[in-house]
């Protein structure tokens, strides 16, 4: 007669959920980022101010216009003097209205360099509203007390 040994028998927990849970986080994170950075531009530095704050909600139709210190615009990838930007601000006009939407419905997000002229800020706001913008934001970064 044969006897079997008794050993214990390993019970091995599912690891399946906590796999898919790390993956979960993974992509998440990884989304976050993009999104971050959407608006960065590595030749801005934003100045400081104690009256910034984040947006309260959604911003519709964002068009951002980086300033860098040496006064260049820079609309997407190109960048550009203030006095020729009206052709890409119209370009910008067209998008929308195949859209459906107006130059009124989009947001102007001006991202300014701290050692940007001042006056280059208000040159922007001037030439969009001569298109037709009436929408604008001003980006600076969050003075912590």
Do not use: W, Y
Request: charged residues 30%; hydrophobic residues 45%.
């Amino acid at each position: 007669m044969r006897v079997k040994s008794k050993k214990p028998e390993i019970e091995e927990g599912d690891l399946t959920p906590m796999i898919d849970m790390t993956f979960q986080l993974i992509a998440f994170f990884m989304v976050l980022i993009n999104f971050s950075q959407t608006e960065a531009n590595e030749r801005v530095q934003l100045p400081s101010s104690e009256l910034a704050r984040p947006p309260e909600g959604e911003i519709e139709s964002p068009i951002i216009i980086h300033v860098a210190a040496d006064g260049t615009a820079i609309i997407g990838a190109e960048e550009i003097s203030v006095d020729t930007m009206r052709p890409i601000l119209n370009r910008e006009i067209s998008v929308l209205k195949a859209d459906g939407k107006a130059a009124e419905d989009a947001n102007i997000i001006i991202r300014a360099h701290k050692d940007a002229a001042t006056g280059k800020a208000q040159e922007i706001i001037s030439v969009c509203q001569e298109v037709g913008f009436e929408n604008f934001l001003l980006r600076a970064k969050e003075e912590v007390l």
